[in-house]
């Protein structure tokens, strides 16, 4: 069964230290991959995507997020954490249908 | 407008009433979702439309539960007979679809900011 994974449940990051968030997915081929964000009271938005090509994707607010096809990843990274970036951070997957799966999500806690 | 736009943002009811939630997408886009985030539970997947048929309804969680979609805009999520457990923040989100090869859907998601239903 197609799954998606954010094994981290909540995180706690200094402010301007580095950040990674991890996502695994299990899919029969290579999926569309996305990494959302959702500020307290907020919408989700989107912060980057993978879709083809360059495996390193940019996304906004200085976001950026590696696909590793051998280890079914796509971990999300930034290099110094801000106190705004506080959110519930969540990974989604493209599936053959026309839904995208999302992980159960990553709480980031930004400590001064 | 320019965002996807629901209501209403908070809905109280009582255990057994129906209620209807709306959802008025991103103006042109063809696909609309909707999704339920409970507590800690990540977002669940319940029904997605493509113009006004839903060719995937397939996270509905009982026949309790059911959307409809007009003139390829506006959709309505409607819980009939509510239950506690329906107590969560309905999402609907909307599209534009790309078909790449395979027919999946690579189109960024666009969210509105949800309807938070507790059901007393």
């Known amino acids: 069964a197609q799954s998606v994974t954010q094994p981290d449940i909540h995180i706690t990051v200094s402010e301007g230290a580095s950040l990674e968030l991890r996502c695994n997915y299990s899919y029969g081929a290579t999926p569309y991959l996305f990494w959302y964000v959702q500020s307290p009271g907020q919408g989700l938005q989107l912060l980057l995507k993978y879709f083809s090509g360059d495996t390193l994707v940019q996304g906004i607010k200085g976001f950026e997020a590696e696909f590793k096809r051998s280890q079914s990843s796509f971990n999300l990274r930034k290099p110094s954490v801000h106190w705004s970036d506080a959110a519930e951070y969540f990974c989604?997957?493209?599936?053959?249908?026309?839904?995208?799966?999302f992980g159960k999500g990553t709480s980031l806690l930004v400590t001064p | 407008g320019a965002g996807v736009s629901q209501s209403p943002s908070n809905k109280v009811t009582e255990k057994g009433k129906d209620v209807e939630l709306r959802c008025d997408p991103i103006s042109g886009h063809t696909a609309l979702y909707w999704y339920r985030q409970s507590l800690g539970q990540g977002l669940e997947f319940l029904i997605y439309f493509q113009g006004n048929s839903a060719p995937d309804k397939s996270g509905l969680p009982s026949d309790r539960f059911s959307a409809e979609r007009t003139g390829g805009s506006v959709s309505t999520l409607t819980i009939q007979r509510t239950q506690q457990e329906d107590s969560a923040v309905y999402l609907c989100a909307s599209s534009l679809v790309f078909r790449a090869s395979g027919g999946r859907n690579t189109g960024e998601l666009f969210f509105g900011e949800g309807s938070r239903l507790t059901v007393l």
């Open positions: 989604a997957v493209g599936l053959s249908g026309y839904a995208l799966n």
